[in-house]
């Protein structure tokens, strides 16, 4: 008997669930307020809300795919999203170009036809040996390179190997600032190629081996 009412509550839960559903939408209504054909705010009503716009400036637009604020209502109805300052083009290409940079970063570099790490890690590791070779310590010291070999390197050369490192990142960084500079001062921005003109990766000289 216990099983039976279990089953009929269930059931009756069922139905009051289905009622909701059909009684609020399942994507509430979304209304923009709508000024000299520009959105200036969006009132995203919440399931089962009884929303009513308080005048014909708000309008329904439920159906338009990310809408937001600063939108523009077209001459047929229609919404559009806007269109970005030069400013803002240059600002995107800029962001671009700096994921390159970050990826440059940590691309390795190249020393005596071996590639190296060049990531925040390996920094640690390059200043523990300059400090070392300036306490007079003899060396040799070890190194692992991308390809997973050890390297053993005297204190000179192991100090030229830091140097690299050194340049390297200082490359890219400058590399960075120029290609922004750049940016900043195009009137094209996306059209410009801020993938030219770095320092040689790991990578870039593995590729130039082939040609």
């Known amino acids: 008997m216990k099983k039976l009412f279990s ?8 139905v009051a669930l289905a009622q909701t559903v059909d009684n609020h939408p399942v994507n509430p209504p979304v209304w923009a307020h709508v000024e000299s054909d520009a959105v200036t ?11 009513m716009p308080p005048d014909a400036s ?15 209502r077209n001459a047929d109805g229609t919404f559009s999203a806007p269109v970005p300052t030069l400013d803002q083009r240059r600002s ?14 940590k691309a390795g570099f190249v020393f005596d036809g ?4 060049s990531s925040d890690a390996a920094a640690i590791n390059y200043t523990g040996v300059t400090t070392a070779i300036y306490n007079e310590v003899p060396g040799p010291f070890d190194f692992n390179t991308i390809t997973g070999d050890s390297v053993s390197l005297d204190a000179a050369t192991a100090k030229k190997l830091v140097y690299a490192f050194t340049a390297y990142k200082q490359g890219v960084y400058k590399a960075a600032r120029q290609h922004k500079q750049a940016i900043l001062a195009s009137d094209n921005p996306e059209e410009y190629d ?10 870039d000289y593995l590729a130039a081996q082939k040609n």
Do not use: F
């Not at 995107?92 to 970063?105: I, P």
């Not at 801020?194 to 990578?203: H, L």
């Open 92 to 105: 995107a290409v800029v962001s671009t170009m700096l994921q390159l940079r970050d990826q440059r970063l």
């Open 58 to 72: 708000w309008v329904d637009v439920t159906s338009v795919q990310g809408i937001g604020i600063d939108w523009v």
């Open 114 to 117: 071996n590639g190296y790490d």
């Open 7 to 14: 089953l009929l509550a269930l059931l009756l839960t069922c």
């Open 41 to 51: 705010a969006i009132k995203y009503t919440v399931a089962g809300e009884e929303y």
């Open 194 to 203: 801020y993938t030219v003109k770095w320092p040689q990766s790991y990578a």
